[in-house]
């Protein structure tokens, strides 16, 4: 008898890792890449067992490049010397840079391709079978659906129009078709992904709003959610389609960036403080259910302290549940890296811990708004008695579980200590 394994035995055979850094775009294309590498037979293990270590990388920010390729590093020493392949936006804009770090290393930019460069690392046919759903053990309750890729805003601080390139749309049927099948597998809601989901537009002329109408009627999921919409993606159309369709949940994360005219211009967004304030509020007045919440750039070459004052004002004024706060860094390759007026770290950082006491105010406030109103959460997890999961407005709650069950929606009036993350 051979002391070789039998086909299968073997413990790293088609064993993959993954390591995925940046945007939910990037989880969401990790999973169909892992969904794919299932529906070949591949097992989704720890680094340190896997014949192949799957990057997906993010360069939104030089840290984040550094980060890419210390996991890049970090997996070249995993046991068993590994096929490390690198997908993502670094290997979109730096390839040969990668490449550079390892004999062991693949780079692969186009994520529809990995699979299969993943399987030639492990020895396997080149033909594809069907991918298997996203969902079971290791997938989520609430599953994200990527709608589009790229974008052509050319905001000029950001890199990823040139890594992730021009906007396209996936068919809405296609999309209809997948949320289906999440449906038929238990999953209970959706986040609708993308690079810039206001871009969405499929050849049948649907755009955002309508793509949600279509996916509640067509596929009677429970909970649509979209991750997060420029403002030429939320208006009137949307609130149309929240109007036929209660599963589009009321809560909008929808990036502000500036609330200075001077500063939006600079950054290439295209509306003023006072458009993104008119649309938003005009929208709460129809629907006062709506909840926002946004991402601010602090720090933006040439912003004054006048300017940070409109942002905190406009912030205040919104009422946003929550804000996410970043201080600008410098993207080499970006127009706002060369631009005069850099403003001092230290100054930054001021500015950023100014905004982020207003975020806890704000969250403060919109907590208290809604504490002893019935809400209804979609349970997530059950562990220990305690049922944890989210709520229409994407507050974190737990409660005690009794007999509920994880998929379940239950209903619960909010108190204080219910509450997780806000
Ligand atoms: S909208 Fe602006 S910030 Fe967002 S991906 Fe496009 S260019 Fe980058």
Redesign the pocket.
Same mark, same amino acid.
């Given at each position: 008898m051979s002391g070789e394994p039998a086909p299968g035995e073997h413990p790293r055979e088609l064993a993959v890792a993954f390591r995925t850094l940046g945007c939910k775009v990037n989880r969401v294309e990790s999973d169909n890449i892992a969904a794919e590498l299932l529906g070949r037979g591949c097992r989704v293990v720890d680094e340190d067992e896997a014949a192949v270590i799957i990057i997906n990388t993010c360069t $939104?920010t030089a840290e984040a490049d550094s980060k890419a390729r210390k996991a890049v590093r970090q997996a070249l020493k995993a046991a068993g010397e590994p096929v490390v392949v690198v997908t993502g936006c670094l290997a979109a804009l730096d390839a040969e840079g990668l490449r550079a770090l390892g004999d062991r290393v693949v780079v692969e930019a186009d994520k529809e391709a990995v699979a299969a460069r993943v399987a030639e690392a492990l020895g396997m046919r080149a033909d594809a079978t069907a991918p298997a759903a996203r969902t079971g053990e290791g997938f989520r309750t609430r599953v994200a659906v990527k709608i589009q890729d790229g974008?052509? =805003?050319?905001?000029t601080?950001?890199? $990823?129009?040139y890594a *992730?390139g021009v906007p396209r749309s996936r068919p809405a049927d296609e999309i209809i078709a997948e949320v289906e099948s999440l449906v038929a597998a238990g999953v209970r809601e959706v986040v609708l992904t993308g690079? =810039?989901v206001?871009?969405y537009h499929d050849p049948e002329a649907t755009r955002l709003a309508w793509l949600c109408s279509a996916i509640a009627r067509e596929t009677g999921i429970e909970r649509i959610r979209v991750s997060s919409v420029?403002v030429p993606g939320f208006g009137p159309e949307m609130l149309q389609a929240m109007a036929f369709s209660r599963q589009i949940v009321p809560h909008f994360h929808v990036?502000l960036?500036s609330g200075s005219d001077r500063i939006l211009e600079a950054?290439? *967004?295209h509306y003023t403080a006072e458009q993104f304030h008119e649309i938003l509020r005009a929208c709460q007045l129809i629907r006062t259910d709506i909840t926002y919440t946004t991402d601010v750039i602090t720090g933006f070459p040439g912003e004054t302290e006048e300017d940070h004052a409109g942002t905190m004002e406009l912030c205040e004024k919104m009422g946003f549940s929550r804000l996410h706060v970043f201080r600008y860094s410098p993207r080499k390759g970006t127009p706002a890296a060369e631009m005069p007026d850099q403003v001092p770290p230290e100054v930054k950082a001021r500015r950023a811990e100014e905004l982020r006491a207003l975020d806890a105010r704000l969250r403060q406030r919109f907590v208290e708004s809604r504490l002893g109103q019935t809400v209804e959460v979609l349970v997530e997890r059950v562990e220990d008695g305690v049922a944890e999961g989210t709520t229409r407005e994407y507050l974190r709650v737990r409660v005690p579980a009794g007999d509920t069950r994880v998929g379940e929606t239950i209903e619960v009036v909010l108190e204080a200590g219910m509450i997780v993350r806000s």
């Open positions: $939104v974008c052509d =805003n050319f905001c601080y950001c890199i $990823v129009p *992730r690079i =810039n206001a871009k420029e990036p960036q950054m290439g *967004r």
